[in-house]
């Protein structure tokens, strides 16, 4: 019986480890921290060894391969001794594919990927397919093979859970975007982070599907130094293409073999410039599969806003406040202010990821008038800043509470609060749920 080894034992790992069991593995899992009682409850359930608080080697290492969940990283000490020791270390994704048979859209970027995972499995499960959403958002993607059965998944693919994939193999791959993120993980290099975001493509066939962002340079100028043997589908904001999609005026123009659909942005549920991608993307992804162009007007038209990515919370005092706390990078914190209307009190900071705040300058210039501070260390916020908006003009708070508080002084009738931190939560919160939680929680007490 081969041993199979999960480290992490939270959502990716826990599903993982039941995948194994079912598969017939002798299966162990190791967490170096402390396992969620819901998880640990799940273990329990399926009769799966485990331990928490430590990795006891000789359990480890005798293992003829290891799924090691996306959250660890490649220099943590375990990791290391299991690739010294030549022991094959594989994703949850990986994992999970060799044992499903489903035709698989998988979408990944740094920004976007969320809501255009979650506007496709919305266009899927309108046209009444049998669908199941997992990956980076959702239920385990092992877990659901291992207990159910789906025709179509969509999946949310992190580059973490890309770094470990070899073999999986999408149907539809989707890389919405690439800007700086994560670049502690990846030796602060951007080429690295760039390969890892490709590694979607590197098992698609002449008949499957990439659908990518041509307006993105730093996607193009990767494409352009490899070879793809699949049907290529761009969408843009800038140029007509052949096959993709285009915004031509006031609508988006989707062109799929032979057909030709356009798309009224005044029909689209979702506001912004970053949402015209994002609906382009998932309107190519519908049409790959075949959805009806009717499906796919209405599904867009009624799509309903994710959690934490500019999702309203509440209007009081005519100040409307709004849940960015997905907005981990600049990137998405531009958009969220890009699209902003109304005068803007702008909730930022957490845990720097090495962000270049400079891009943020005429943004900030035009639409804000007031930044409150929410981390441990806002030194980098004040010195980007203080010059454009004033000093007067920034405070520092250490709670969501403090932040939404200070904010609501700051601001007028008319006026915006947006949570939309730029950066990781992991200094004040124990992630961007968590802080987008508390967030709401703050904003409903007032």
């Given at each position: 019986m081969s041993r199979i080894v999960v480290l992490g034992g939270a959502e990716s790992g826990v599903g993982a480890a039941v995948l194994a069991k079912v598969k017939g593995f002798d299966v162990f899992l190791s967490d170096f921290g402390k396992i969620e009682e819901k998880y640990a409850d799940e273990l329990r359930k399926w009769e799966i060894p485990f331990e928490e608080g430590q990795h006891t080697e000789e359990l480890i290492l005798n293992a003829d391969e290891v799924v090691k969940s996306p959250g660890i990283p490649v220099k943590a000490p375990i990791v290391r001794k299991l690739m010294d020791a030549g022991i094959h270390i594989i994703s949850e994704i990986e994992f999970a594919g060799r044992y499903d048979s489903a035709k698989k859209i998988c979408?990944?970027?740094?920004?976007?990927?969320?809501?255009?995972?979650?506007?496709?499995y919305y266009l899927l499960q309108q046209a009444g397919l049998n669908v199941g959403l997992g990956g980076n958002i959702g239920k385990s993607y092992a877990y659901q093979v291992a207990t159910g059965h789906y025709d179509y998944y969509v999946l949310e693919?992190?580059?973490?859970?890309?770094?470990?994939?070899?073999?999986?193999?999408?149907?539809?791959?989707?890389?919405?975007?690439?800007?700086?993120?994560h670049l502690d993980r990846y030796e602060y290099k951007m080429e690295n982070y760039t390969k890892s975001k490709f590694r979607i493509t590197r098992n698609l066939r002449p008949e499957d599907c990439f659908?990518?962002?041509?307006?993105?340079?730093?996607?193009?100028?990767?494409?352009?130094?490899?070879?793809?043997?699949?049907?290529?589908?761009?969408?843009?904001?800038?140029?007509?293409?052949?096959?993709?999609?285009?915004l031509d005026k006031d609508k988006i123009?989707?062109?799929?073999?032979?057909?030709?659909?356009?798309?009224?942005?005044?029909?689209?549920?979702?506001?912004?410039?970053?949402?015209?991608?994002?609906?382009?993307a998932a309107a190519?992804?519908?049409k790959a599969v075949d959805i009806d162009d009717e499906v796919i007007r209405e599904s867009l038209a009624t799509f309903a806003p994710i959690e934490h990515r500019l999702e309203p919370v509440l209007s009081i005092k005519d100040v409307l406040y709004i849940n960015d706390s997905k907005a981990t990078n600049v990137d998405a914190a531009w958009y969220a202010l890009e699209c902003q209307t109304r005068p803007v009190i702008w909730i930022v900071g957490g845990k720097d990821k090495g962000n270049d705040y400079s891009v943020m300058n005429q943004l900030v210039r035009d639409k804000v008038k007031?930044?409150?501070?929410?981390?441990?260390?806002?030194?980098?916020?004040?010195?980007?800043?203080?010059?454009?908006?004033?000093?007067?003009?920034?405070?520092?708070?250490?709670?969501?509470?403090?932040?939404?508080?200070?904010?609501?002084?700051?601001?007028?009738?008319?006026?915006?609060?947006?949570?939309?931190?730029?950066c990781a939560s992991f200094d004040l919160f124990t992630c961007y749920e968590d802080r987008g939680e508390k967030f709401k929680d703050a904003v409903r007490k007032l």
């Open positions: 979408i990944t970027g740094s920004n976007g990927k969320t809501t255009t995972t979650s506007l496709i693919i992190s580059s973490f859970q890309l770094d470990n994939v070899y073999d999986f193999h999408p149907d539809i791959a989707i890389i919405t975007n690439i800007t700086p993120d659908i990518f962002d041509s307006d993105d340079e730093i996607t193009i100028e990767h494409l352009n130094k490899i070879v793809l043997q699949t049907k290529m589908l761009p969408f843009s904001q800038k140029a007509k293409v052949e096959q993709g999609a285009y123009v989707l062109r799929y073999e032979e057909s030709e659909t356009d798309l009224y942005l005044r029909e689209l549920s979702l506001g912004g410039i970053h949402n015209v991608y994002n609906s382009m190519l992804a519908a007031a930044i409150v501070c929410l981390g441990i260390d806002n030194k980098k916020i004040h010195e980007a800043f203080e010059g454009i908006i004033g000093a007067e003009n920034m405070v520092d708070t250490h709670s969501a509470e403090e932040a939404v508080n200070a904010s609501s002084r700051l601001a007028a009738p008319g006026d915006v609060v947006l949570l939309s931190p730029c």
